[in-house]
DNA sequence: GCATACTTACTTACCAGTAGGTAAGCTCTT
DNA sequence: AAGAGCTTACCTACTGGTAAGTAAGTATGC
């Protein structure tokens, strides 16, 4: 797609931002409702446009599940990024991705994109299937790094694998979004505090 | 639902046993693909009966997802009254109740009942929401009172609150499970295995 | 500098399939 | 005779998806 490139590339290009609107609103839709839970016509009708339009930019369901597993990844991206940029240790890192989550469930009771999809995995094209199993490993990896570095600096204290560890841990971060809906929020924020203790870090 | 309880009483009432069938069919289709994700003719389908014949035991959907909730329910309270009955102690208990999450799993891949419908709480009809947080909360109190007796007896460690724990040990199993899906089986005999090292259970 | 050719970003109108749900009738057992 | 347990036939709403058309902008050749 040169022609988007070239949108993003020059602001004059860039007329109305439909296929921005789409892709955030649909993120939105994705994560406080599930993929099977919203239509092009929810879309449609809450930015005011036709059903087709949507189509237009996203052809099937498919294309736009791809888009918006390629939009979430480069807004992990970014985020490491500025992380490194400033410098970030183990425990910010840590903590600044529990508070991703916490944001997500403040903002709307919203879920983890990839916990979201994983559930609903048996049902997702398969082209999509792959897309999630690949972005989930590149978080895992993230994290069992972020673990690693934080337990040889003696921040973090856990027995066995980090890569085990992280199983665990980002396993909480999903589930425990989706139990904050049925039990409530405070259920979450102590569950973070425990994730924390698990990890021998002393809350001052 | 009286004639329900007399099926169930008197075995000569039950010609059939469709209901019964609906039932555990349609368990197992919202553990594999979800509340939104099966239909009352997939199941007529399958079970070779007319989609109304579902509706005559379940006139709404609604009606359905309550029942199934029931159903998991009495599934549970079935499983702890036998490992009281034999004596287990929080150990077994403990692993029981993760045995029935890897049976899950290994059952073509389900996810657990209350994980598939707290993903899915939005889109849920109140009253099924409000049953899900019902058992949800009575899962959580049982498995708090198991943690809480393993750690006076020494067979657990943990530090902070039994009822903060097992929000960490529910999420992960809920979460694991579909984390799997994306990740594959072994990723969740590993975070298991996790779960008990931050018991501080060791293996032989 | 202006017409021609083409692209972008839509719209209207439609399609077949499926969703949940209902009313009325049939059949078998008690 | 009555009711339980269905079936047939239907309804409306909505799903993802497509075809055809159009207004507005861009690029190119002369």
């Known amino acids: 797609m040169p022609a988007t490139q070239l949108r993003a590339a020059s602001p004059t290009g860039s007329r109305t931002g439909t296929r921005e609107a789409i892709l955030a609103l649909a993120l939105d839709l994705l994560q406080a409702r599930g993929f099977n839970a ?3 016509q929810h879309i ?3 930015l005011g446009i036709r059903k087709a339009a949507v189509h237009y930019h996203f052809p099937t369901k ?3 599940g791809l888009a918006l597993v390629a ?3 480069t807004q992990f991206e970014d985020w490491r990024a500025a992380q490194m940029e400033k410098g970030a240790g183990p425990l910010d890192l840590l903590r600044g991705y529990m508070a991703i989550s916490l944001h997500f469930l403040r903002d709307g009771g919203k879920a983890c994109p990839l916990g979201v999809l994983e559930a609903e995995f048996a049902s ?3 082209p999509l299937r792959e897309a999630v199993t690949a972005l989930d490993t590149e978080l895992r990896e993230f994290l069992a790094g972020v673990l690693e570095a934080g337990r040889g600096a003696g921040i973090f204290r856990f027995d066995g694998p980090a890569a085990d560890k992280v199983l665990v841990i980002t396993a909480s971060l999903q589930g ?3 139990i904050a809906r049925a039990a409530g929020a405070r259920s979450f924020t102590r569950m973070l505090r425990q994730l924390e ?5 002393t809350n001052d």
């Open 38 to 40: 919203f239509s092009y």
């Open 44 to 46: 449609a009708d809450r």
């Open 62 to 64: 498919a294309d736009l």
């Open 71 to 73: 939009h979430y990844r």
């Open 124 to 126: 997702l094209p398969p």
């Open 176 to 178: 425990g979004l989706h």
């Open 197 to 201: 203790r698990d990890l021998g870090i």
